[in-house]
């Protein structure tokens, strides 16, 4: 069986007790596949009678497979491009942690089956363990909860004590060659950043995390003033938008559509036909500006820190 892992497949077995039974689902190694409902069933390749790979009618964002599914993908494609400086396993948890600067990258993200995500251990024993994680290094313990996949886990944690920190909304697009912007400032791409462009947002915490992936950087100039900036990274066919940021002098004039578009251009000429963003629940302003762009929501994730330590994190979506 030569399917590529990922791939939507149509499986036909030899019963042992004669004729034929078959699966439907997406291939997740050489002998698991995940059906419609979720299940990850195992089985044998040696009683392969036939199969194929069944091409998706839908390529939009965000759509052709079950929301589980999908939500596991942009999650992970949000990990791959905002790479933790050390990650590890604890069962289906991933623990990543990177110091003290944004969530994502120094929290515990649930993998698994719902309801937990299957750690490896009794839930209330799990959770210890993070605890334990996270304090040892002097980190505030935090779970990135995708939702609806882990709301059992999330209402385990808000039981516990653990405080919502931000919830934030992923949204998806298809991205599509669209008709240059007309605008005063100028814009530029390039394939790095330097101390101007960090100094907007004052982002020189994570210089380190940005470097530790490929990625376009958007730069605005209103003549040699820099006012805006965005980033972009390309993973599993998606380009995932972050950083977007404008000079608050400069707001109302465009400058975030100019950046999202040149973005999401310069991704389209990669090849890169989906785009996933995320943006703070609260934030009204920008998910309108978003979905003025095409962007619709996916799904949310919440940040629950437990309350009895320092939170020495700052408070950002991404």
């Given at each position: 069986?030569?399917a590529?892992?990922?791939?939507?497949?149509?499986?036909?077995?030899?019963?042992?007790?004669?004729?034929?039974?078959?699966?439907?689902?997406?291939?997740e190694?050489?002998?698991?596949?995940?059906?419609?409902?979720g299940d990850?069933?195992?089985?044998?390749?040696e009683k392969?009678?036939?199969?194929?790979?069944?091409?998706?009618?839908?390529?939009?964002?965000?759509?052709?497979?079950?929301?589980?599914l999908?939500?596991?993908?942009l999650?992970?494609?949000?990990?791959?491009?905002w790479?933790?400086?050390?990650?590890?396993?604890?069962?289906?948890?991933?623990?990543?942690?990177?110091?003290?600067f944004?969530?994502?990258?120094?929290?515990?993200?649930?993998?698994?089956?719902?309801?937990?995500?299957?750690?490896?251990?009794?839930?209330?024993?799990?959770?210890?363990?993070?605890?334990?994680?996270?304090?040892?290094?002097?980190?505030n313990?935090?779970?990135?909860?995708?939702?609806p996949?882990?709301?059992?886990?999330?209402?385990?944690?808000?039981?516990?004590g653990w405080?919502?920190?931000?919830r934030?909304?992923?949204?998806?697009?298809?991205?599509k060659?669209a008709?240059?912007?007309?605008?005063?400032?100028k814009?530029?791409?390039?394939?790095?950043?330097?101390?101007?462009?960090?100094?907007?947002?004052?982002?020189?915490?994570?210089?380190?995390?940005?470097?530790?992936?490929?990625?376009?950087?958007?730069?605005?100039?209103?003549?040699?003033?820099?006012?805006?900036?965005?980033?972009?990274?390309h993973?599993d066919?998606?380009?995932?938008?972050?950083?977007?940021?404008?000079?608050?002098?400069?707001?109302?004039?465009?400058?975030?559509?100019l950046?999202?578009?040149?973005?999401l251009?310069?991704?389209?000429?990669?090849?890169?036909?989906?785009?996933v963003?995320?943006?703070?629940?609260?934030?009204?302003v920008?998910?309108?500006?978003?979905?003025?762009?095409?962007f619709?929501?996916?799904?949310?994730?919440?940040?629950?820190?437990?309350?009895?330590t320092?939170?020495?994190?700052?408070?950002?979506c991404?």
């Amino acid at each position: 069986m030569k399917a590529p892992i990922g791939a939507r497949v149509s499986i036909r077995f030899h019963d042992p007790e004669g004729g034929f039974r078959d699966l439907v689902g997406y291939l997740e190694s050489e002998n698991t596949i995940r059906n419609r409902h979720g299940d990850l069933i195992e089985f044998d390749r040696e009683k392969i009678a036939v199969y194929k790979v069944i091409e998706d009618k839908n390529h939009l964002a965000g759509h052709g497979a079950p929301l589980s599914l999908r939500i596991q993908e942009l999650e992970n494609v949000l990990t791959a491009t905002w790479p933790p400086v050390k990650q590890e396993l604890f069962g289906k948890w991933l623990l990543r942690t990177s110091g003290k600067f944004t969530m994502r990258a120094n929290s515990v993200l649930p993998c698994g089956k719902a309801p937990y995500g299957e750690p490896p251990k009794d839930i209330d024993e799990a959770i210890a363990h993070v605890v334990a994680h996270y304090e040892k290094q002097g980190l505030n313990p935090i779970f990135s909860i995708p939702l609806p996949t882990y709301k059992e886990l999330d209402s385990k944690l808000f039981d516990n004590g653990w405080i919502e920190k931000i919830r934030a909304h992923v949204m998806v697009a298809d991205i599509k060659r669209a008709a240059k912007d007309i605008s005063k400032f100028k814009v530029s791409i390039t394939d790095a950043f330097d101390d101007s462009w960090l100094a907007l947002q004052e982002d020189h915490g994570v210089a380190d995390l940005m470097r530790a992936y490929p990625a376009l950087y958007a730069s605005v100039f209103d003549g040699e003033k820099l006012i805006g900036v965005g980033r972009t990274s390309h993973a599993d066919g998606w380009s995932a938008l972050s950083r977007v940021f404008v000079d608050p002098t400069y707001r109302g004039q465009g400058v975030s559509k100019l950046i999202v578009n040149a973005l999401l251009a310069a991704s389209f000429d990669a090849g890169i036909k989906k785009t996933v963003l995320q943006v703070d629940s609260k934030n009204t302003v920008a998910i309108s500006l978003y979905s003025s762009l095409g962007f619709s929501f996916h799904h949310e994730y919440v940040y629950r820190s437990y309350q009895k330590t320092l939170n020495l994190i700052s408070e950002e979506c991404c």
